[in-house]
């Protein structure tokens, strides 16, 4: 296996990552709507993820970062290519941090419920259009002869990626509200398995339809493996939400997501971004990466960063591991 296989492989397990984390993140942004019934259990979901909710876009940094420096075609005909949905996400992810922080600023009503709008809304956008994104990478899109993006915005909107946008909306509310399940106390809690088993069979029967229809399409042997692991595991995520084991459901819900993603990355290698216009103009992991040179200081520099960022981030899950519930929320001045 050559460097520039190396680093696609690390790209894919950087996003498995961020979807991982930011999959629940986001989905216990949208339960802010559909699962708290007052103000006080807004403010134990948005504190279930209140100590780790940056930490885990630092993943995203890190996939977008390492991108750019591995696959610079790739990260340039991507990022120009999808440059209006992928700016809506940063907004989105700009305004998100920003409601979370100033949200409590001030105690007036109208201030906190408007930044709860934000949370909310500013969760379901990226929940679809990331998606869309990838649903259009795997498909392949308008690429031509000089690695240029040449299609517009709304040939990004076909039927395969909006459906693949519908699917990672409902797994991420899913796997928030498996996360909440596990997170809290009382009433809540017993609501979020509910609601939970709710969102988990309308997930089943649009991801079976988006991975069926994936690996019919593009396909091959590994990929279907990836497509059996999480469709049992999102099957054993349910069985365990069912019977109240939320910790088990919530690591079979992960293992969905993990599997769904690499299914995704499977059926691409060894293209990066497959062109719908000529099969010879796809961008691959030989000629979109960077030099050797450029590979090899980065792996050294990965393999010496990465496992310090992922025991610190162990470290910080650990330490604030315990349920919380509307008892432990002070009232508000």
Not at 122 to 132: E, R
Not at 168 to 185: Q, R, Y
């Amino acid at each position: 296996m050559q460097l520039h296989d190396v680093w696609f492989v690390l790209i894919a397990v950087l996003w498995t990552g961020y979807f991982f984390l930011e999959g629940f993140d986001f989905g216990i942004g949208i339960l802010t709507k559909l699962l708290a019934r007052d103000r006080r259990e807004k403010r134990v979901l948005i504190n279930t993820i209140g100590p780790v909710w940056d930490g885990n876009e630092v993943w995203l940094l890190s996939a977008g970062g390492a991108t750019f420096a591995a696959f610079p075609e790739w990260y340039a005909t991507l990022f120009s290519g999808f440059y209006l949905p992928l700016l809506v996400i940063l907004v989105c992810l700009i305004v998100r941090g920003v409601a979370f922080e100033y949200r409590a600023k001030r105690a007036e009503e109208r201030w906190q419920r408007n930044w709860e709008h934000a949370i909310f809304w500013t969760s379901l956008i990226p929940a679809i259009l990331w998606g869309v994104a990838f649903g259009n990478i795997v498909r392949g899109v308008k690429i031509d002869a000089h690695k240029e993006y040449v299609g517009t915005f709304f040939d990004l909107l076909n039927p395969y990626a909006i459906l693949g946008g519908l699917v990672t909306l409902t797994l991420f509310t899913f796997h928030g509200a498996v996360f909440a399940a596990l997170k809290t106390l009382g009433d809540i809690r017993d609501r979020a398995r509910k609601l939970a088993t709710v969102v988990g069979l309308i997930t089943a029967v649009l991801a079976l339809g988006f991975l069926i229809w994936t690996q019919l399409d593009r396909g091959n042997g590994t990929s279907l493996v990836a497509m059996i692991v999480a469709v049992v595991a999102l099957v054993a995520a349910l069985g365990a939400n069912q019977i109240g084991r939320e910790g088990w459901a919530f690591a079979f819900s992960g293992i969905t997501v993990a599997a769904a993603v690499a299914m995704l990355f499977l059926t691409l290698f060894p293209n990066v971004m497959p062109s719908s216009l000529n099969e010879s103009w796809n961008l691959t992991v030989t000629n979109a990466s960077s030099s050797p040179y450029t590979l090899k200081i980065m792996t050294w520099c990965a393999g010496i960063a990465t496992p310090v960022v992922i025991l610190y981030q162990g470290w910080t899950y650990w330490v604030f591991r315990k349920r919380i519930g509307t008892q432990h929320i002070a009232d508000a001045h």
